[in-house]
């Protein structure tokens, strides 16, 4: 079956981002959100983002406006009954990702396909809501999704390899770098990043670094374009803090559970960004403050960068993914300037 139209169910960011990705390509796009008010907002970042791409002279108002015109908004999920593939992004709360799934199953055709774009989520469980566990699939993207590369296509054990393989090659025809993986809490990205996230949190407990030399050291040693606790920030602490537990539940292992600091500051109300205020304060333009303690950032490069590498390493040797779809992954994905291995092969290491 060759996907001819495409819906996308939760409009925020990410789910305004993945519509555009196929308005983009030329699909026809059904948006679908749960209220009104949710679809205009979608709407309106859309255009936004397109509109963006006409001032900076990367498309005319031509194709913008066909662009804007290849989309349907509704929120009506019987609108997507006649989708080949539907993309759900709703927030990460599996009791949420189960009402959509129910829903889907009962309005799609029944030869459509269903994707969730969860970050973390057990795709196995997701697809347990419907009737067609053998066309459920996983199709993680990356914010923004029409910039980020890199596409994370997750199989469970009930999954139509066809079906696995379709998705795969549609994520490819339209520019994205595809890793193909079996279902694992964090997939490939968010495992390694939410690891190393979470480790410098720890740090920043401990008061073995300050915030600013923590991320100093990152930006100025490893080249990352943030710190890790900038990075949280921008992510969203509540984000990183679901994220993190849900792969603490699955493996148990004590460095998954969220680190106190990130805790505490969601507590207070502070999601980073998108509240004005998380380890740092955003009221007015965020300008990173370099630390002038050479000695102390040294030492917590050395760390966090051997942790990482060190979780690349083993997941590379678990088989779970290849050293190319985890470098590609991390720079694809995460925009860090070189992917773990690299780093390795430079350091005459594997």
């Known amino acids: 079956m060759a996907v001819q139209r495409i819906g996308v169910v939760g409009l925020g960011i990410m789910g305004a981002g993945i519509a555009e990705v196929w308005a983009r390509s030329g699909y026809p796009v059904v948006a679908v959100a749960e209220s009104a008010e949710a679809v205009e907002m979608g709407r309106a970042k859309f255009v ?3 509109q963006r791409s006409v001032a900076k002279g990367r498309i005319n108002q031509s194709a913008a406006d066909d662009i804007n015109a290849a989309v349907t908004w509704s929120q009506d999920f019987a609108d997507l009954h006649d989708c080949d593939l ?3 992004a709703a927030p990460e709360f599996m009791a949420l990702k189960h009402q959509i799934f129910t829903e889907l199953d009962r309005q799609v055709k029944p030869s459509g396909i269903l994707a969730t774009n969860t970050s973390s989520l057990s795709v196995t469980d997701i697809a347990t809501a419907t009737n067609r566990r053998d066309r459920v699939v996983g199709m993680h993207f990356f914010n923004p999704a029409p910039v980020q590369k890199f596409v994370e296509v997750i199989s469970t054990a009930d999954s139509n390899p066809g079906v696995v393989a379709e998705v795969a ?7 994205k770098y595809v890793a193909r993986l079996t279902d694992a809490p964090g997939f490939i990205v968010n495992h390694l990043l939410l690891a190393y996230i979470n480790h ?11 915030r600013e030399e923590i991320d100093t050291a990152m930006r100025t040693r490893a080249s990352y374009p943030m710190g890790p606790l900038e990075l949280a920030d921008l992510i969203g602490l509540d984000t990183c803090v679901e994220i993190l537990k849900t792969i603490h539940a699955s493996m148990g292992s004590a460095r998954f559970a969220p680190a106190a600091g990130m805790v505490e500051l969601l507590a207070q109300g502070h999601k980073g960004r998108k509240s004005a205020q998380g380890f740092y304060d955003y009221a007015g333009k965020h300008v990173p403050v370099e630390s002038t303690n050479p000695d102390v950032e040294a030492r917590i490069y050395e760390e966090l960068e051997s942790a990482y590498l060190a ?3 083993a997941m590379r040797d678990s088989g779970y993914a290849s050293e190319l779809d985890i470098d590609n992954g991390m ?10 291995f690299e780093v390795m092969a430079s350091r005459g290491t594997s």
């Open 48 to 50: 936004a983002s397109v």
């Open 200 to 210: 410098a949190v720890t740090l920043l407990d401990e008061g073995i670094a300050t």
């Open 331 to 340: 720079k694809l994905g995460c925009g860090l300037p070189e992917g773990p």
């Open 86 to 88: 539907v993309i759900e």
């Open 169 to 175: 090659q549609l994520a490819e025809s339209v520019g």
């Open 311 to 313: 979780d690349a390493r």
